[in-house]
C-alpha cells in the first residue's frame, strides 16, 4: 500500500447528543444525511455530509460510541472542556455563509477575515463545542 492508494471516507464528529447534532448539521449547516440507524445500545450511526462530496461522511459521535467505558468519560470531559476538533469548509459565498449562520443563532469564533495566505474566512462553534470554519479563496 502506498500514499496513493489512501482516501479520507469518514471523519468522527463528537456530540452530546446525537438527535441534537443531526439537527443542527442538517438543518443549520446545510449536509445531508447519508445514513441514520441504530448502532448499540444509545446510540445510533449518524453520518452526514457536503452534497457536492458524496465520498466524504462525518459520523456524528456520541460519547458512549467507544469499547472502553473510561474512553466515554473522558468523550464526555472533552465536551464539556471544548477542546475538540476543527472542520474546515470550502464555499463559493464565505459572506452569505457567515450572515446565514450568524442568523440562525450558530455562536461566532471569528468574523469575516482576509486572511494573507489568501482565503476570506470566519469560524463558528457548534453546541458541543467543535470548530467550524467556512472560507472562500481571495481574488
Known amino acids: 500500500m502506498t500514499a496513493k492508494d ?5 471523519v468522527s464528529v463528537l456530540v452530546g447528543d446525537q438527535q441534537e447534532a443531526l439537527e443542527f448539521y442538517r438543518d443549520v449547516i446545510g449536509l445531508e444525511v447519508r445514513q441514520d440507524m441504530p448502532f448499540i445500545e444509545g446510540a445510533r450511526w449518524i ?3 457536503p452534497a457536492a462530496q458524496p ?4 459520523v456524528l459521535e456520541s460519547p458512549s ?6 474512553m466515554a468519560e473522558g468523550n464526555r470531559a472533552r465536551i464539556a472542556s471544548g477542546a475538540m476538533g476543527t472542520l474546515f469548509f470550502a464555499t463559493e459565498d464565505v459572506d452569505a455563509t457567515f450572515a446565514r449562520l450568524s442568523e440562525a443563532g450558530v455562536p461566532v469564533e471569528q468574523p469575516l477575515v482576509d486572511q494573507p495566505y489568501g482565503v476570506r474566512d470566519c469560524g463558528f462553534r457548534d453546541p458541543w463545542g467543535n470548530h467550524l470554519r467556512f472560507a472562500q479563496p481571495l481574488g
Open 55 to 58: 465520498a466524504i461522511e462525518f
Open 47 to 49: 453520518t452526514v455530509g
Open 65 to 70: 460510541m467507544v469499547p472502553v467505558p473510561e
Open 6 to 10: 489512501l482516501t479520507l471516507t469518514h
